[in-house]
């Protein structure tokens, strides 16, 4: 099997491909600018890394034909607010990848899409809702939607799988500095003995996810006969001060949270994925509890760097 990972120095992108080539001998190949990924996620990577702008179409002759797309190539900082480069890096990018589709007729394009697109909507978030992105980050994400539908509507020998991620955490994102995980920001305070801050009064809940269920998804994504979007999360969420409860227990502390005043307007209070469709279709059952992914990454990564 030959397939290609865009943004594959990035956190999921490298975890992803590393699994790719581990566990199924797959031969990846990585198309990254390294504008946000980092080299230290593919070290003992062994397979071919093109590095080009997403949004170029020069890579498509250096990359060639392969069996499967797996794009994850994005700006995923939900802080910027520069609108023009969101959308060109996001949904041009995304389109460039579906003409490269075209040009060599893959017929299965798997892409990143974001539980973003749903902002503020009600809990559990379905794939049916119309979305409600409350930044750019999240509407360049329902924008992708928007243009993968109109794509395999169009060419409907293709499949074109979207995963709306969750809030996705674990090994390889510490790269992403202020846009890296909650539990990824907590753990390093609790680890220098900081007491953890969170917004007042740690009750806003995230529906928390492990990056090792997130590539089983795009795993089971190659076998996915259904065009559409696809949520990926746990589907149970969980509140910042379980995290910090999670967190002390595995780290063996005792710290108090420290709560301090929201400062965004557009701050999701609750996401929480409905998984029906997910399990139904795309066959995916998260492995891993929060609190058992927490222990997971502290334990067999974090505490071993």
Partial sequence: MKVVVTGGAGFIGSNLAKTLEEEFNAKVIIVDD??????????????????????????????????VIFHQAAITDTTVMDQKKMMEVNVEGFRSVLNY??????????YASSAAVYGNL??????????????????????????????????????????????????????????ASMIYQLYLQMKENKRPRVFKYGEQMRDFVYVKDVVDAN???????????????????????????????????????????????FYQN???????????????????????????YVNNYLEKR
């Fill in 34 to 67: 390294f504008s946000s990924g980092s080299f230290k996620n593919l070290v003992g990577f062994k397979g071919d890394i093109v590095t080009a702008d997403i949004r170029a179409s020069d890579w498509w002759d250096r990359v060639g034909g392969v069996d």
């Fill in 101 to 110: 589709a075209l040009k060599y007729k893959i017929k299965r394009i798997i």
């Fill in 122 to 179: 009600p809990s559990p978030m379905k794939e049916d809702m119309i979305p409600a992105p409350q930044n750019i980050y999240g509407f360049s994400k329902a924008i992708m939607d928007n243009v993968a539908r109109i794509f395999y509507e169009e060419n409907s020998d293709y499949k074109v799988i979207g995963l709306r991620y969750f809030n996705v955490y674990g090994a390889g994102e510490e790269h992403k500095g202020k846009s």
């Fill in 219 to 265: 795993i089971n994504a190659m076998e996915c006969e259904m065009s559409g979007v696809y949520n990926v999360g746990s589907g149970q969420a969980q509140s910042f001060n379980y995290v910090i409860e999670c967190l002390n227990k595995v780290l063996k502390k005792n710290l108090e949270p420290e709560y301090f005043d929201n400062p965004y307007s």
């Fill in 270 to 296: 609750k996401t929480e994925a409905d998984l029906r469709r997910s399990k139904s279709i795309l066959n995916y059952k998260p492995s891993y509890s929060l609190y058992d992914g927490i222990m997971d």
